[in-house]
């Protein structure tokens, strides 16, 4: 079984064993209510992490999640406030545009300047969250109606933004995982050294990575703003850290190259499950947050073979030979 199956399995059988205690300890959790208005929200989770999962897979973590997801919720209830359909198209033409630039700026300072990938995202998120408040003034505005109508819509009882995850998921997955470009993607992510001298240019990889993940970012946002009345200026804030979570739970390195977008979406689902899980017993958000982060540890811990020097040996490793290979 491959590495990518493995993490896929891995977190699925978590997740089934989650929602089995949510039955047992709290089976409000588990009603069909309760995960009617739960699997919306993991989509949109599913999304952001599914963007993470890129960045991560080029070696990197990416801090501007809460601006470019703030920022375009803001830009979409703003622009389109008229609730006219040409404004909402509008709308949403400007936020997954100014996301995918945001994107494009991170990918270039990381590639081109050699910046660590933390710091150039962190102060484009600064930018990015200076930006928000600059176009909100500071105050929430209310969805368009007419975008609210569709996304807050299902189709054969399954609610929109799961379908929009699922096909993101799909997309992404199979570009990567099976097309020359996606392969070498993959490389530059393994090593970038090995990729260039297998003739690979590493510059337009980082970029396509860092700017897709923030477009992903942006249609989380929108998929936020269609199904909340009134969406607040500082939505993105919720999603940086599950994101990362997610990513790891999922199995793919910290270090780059291969990774399991549909890994990272079952871990959105049970990270929603898990705080639905803790709201219903009644848990504090700043517990929730500290589950999230003892996640994480084990998630690092897990796939590191609990082993503290395996991070430090595979990056003395060079790139899989069939990573490089463009065929």
Same mark, same amino acid.
């Given at each position: 079984?491959?590495? #990518?199956? #493995?993490?896929?399995?891995?977190?699925?059988? /978590?997740?089934?064993?989650?929602?089995?205690?949510?039955?047992?300890?709290?089976?409000?959790?588990?009603?069909?209510?309760?995960?009617?208005?739960?699997?919306?929200?993991?989509?949109?989770?599913?999304?952001?992490?599914?963007?993470?999962?890129?960045?991560?897979?080029?070696?990197?973590?990416?801090?501007?999640?809460? =601006?470019?997801?703030?920022?375009?919720?803001?830009?979409?209830?703003?622009?389109?406030?008229?609730?006219?359909?040409?404004?909402?198209?509008?709308?949403?033409?400007?936020?997954?545009?100014?996301?995918?630039? /945001?994107?494009?700026?991170?990918?270039?300072?990381?590639?081109?300047?050699?910046?660590? !990938?933390?710091? /150039?995202?962190?102060?484009?998120?600064?930018?990015?969250?200076?930006?928000?408040?600059?176009?909100?003034?500071?105050?929430?505005?209310?969805?368009?109606?007419?975008?609210?109508?569709?996304?807050?819509?299902?189709?054969?009882?399954? !609610?929109?933004?799961?379908?929009?995850?699922?096909?993101?998921?799909?997309?992404? =997955?199979?570009?990567?995982?099976?097309?020359?470009?996606?392969?070498?993607?993959? /490389?530059? =992510?393994?090593? !970038?050294?090995?990729?260039?001298?297998?003739?690979?240019?590493?510059?337009?990889?980082?970029?396509?990575?860092?700017?897709?993940?923030?477009?992903?970012?942006?249609?989380?946002?929108?998929?936020?703003?269609?199904?909340?009345?009134?969406?607040?200026?500082?939505?993105?804030?919720?999603?940086?850290? !599950?994101?990362?979570?997610?990513?790891?739970?999922? =199995?793919?390195?910290?270090?780059?190259?291969?990774?399991?977008?549909?890994?990272?979406?079952?871990?959105?689902?049970?990270?929603?499950?898990?705080?639905?899980?803790?709201?219903?017993?009644?848990?504090?958000?700043?517990?929730?947050?500290?589950?999230?982060?003892?996640?994480?540890?084990?998630?690092?811990?897990?796939?590191?073979?609990?082993?503290?020097?395996?991070?430090?040996?595979?990056?003395?490793?060079?790139?899989? #030979?069939?990573?490089?290979?463009?065929?």
């Amino acid at each position: 079984m491959s590495g #990518r199956a #493995r993490g896929a399995v891995a977190i699925g059988i /978590a997740t089934v064993v989650l929602f089995v205690i949510s039955a047992i300890v709290a089976p409000q959790s588990v009603s069909g209510g309760a995960i009617s208005a739960m699997l919306p929200f993991a989509a949109i989770l599913a999304v952001v992490a599914i963007g993470q999962t890129l960045v991560v897979q080029q070696g990197g973590i990416d801090l501007s999640v809460p =601006g470019v997801f703030s920022l375009s919720v803001v830009v979409v209830t703003k622009v389109a406030s008229s609730g006219t359909t040409g404004a909402i198209v509008m709308a949403l033409v400007a936020a997954l545009v100014i996301a995918a630039g /945001a994107g494009a700026v991170s990918g270039f300072v990381v590639a081109r300047f050699d910046v660590a !990938p933390i710091v /150039a995202t962190l102060g484009v998120n600064a930018l990015l969250i200076g930006a928000t408040w600059a176009v909100s003034g500071g105050a929430a505005r209310r969805t368009p109606n007419g975008l609210s109508d569709v996304i807050g819509s299902s189709f054969a009882g399954i !609610p929109v933004t799961v379908l929009v995850a699922v096909a993101l998921t799909v997309v992404v =997955g199979l570009f990567v995982r099976l097309t020359p470009s996606g392969r070498k993607f993959e /490389a530059v =992510g393994a090593s !970038p050294r090995v990729a260039t001298a297998a003739g690979i240019r590493p510059l337009g990889y980082t970029l396509s990575a860092y700017s897709g993940a923030a477009v992903l970012y942006a249609i989380a946002g929108i998929l936020l703003t269609g199904i909340v009345n009134t969406p607040g200026i500082t939505e993105g804030n919720t999603y940086l850290l !599950p994101s990362v979570a997610a990513v790891v739970l999922g =199995g793919t390195s910290l270090l780059g190259g291969k990774g399991s977008v549909l890994a990272s979406l079952i871990a959105a689902l049970f990270f929603t499950q898990v705080d639905r899980l803790a709201s219903t017993l009644g848990l504090s958000y700043g517990w929730q947050i500290v589950i999230q982060a003892l996640a994480l540890g084990l998630g690092v811990a897990f796939h590191s073979g609990l082993n503290p020097g395996v991070l430090r040996r595979r990056r003395t490793e060079t790139a899989p #030979r069939d990573l490089v290979s463009s065929e």
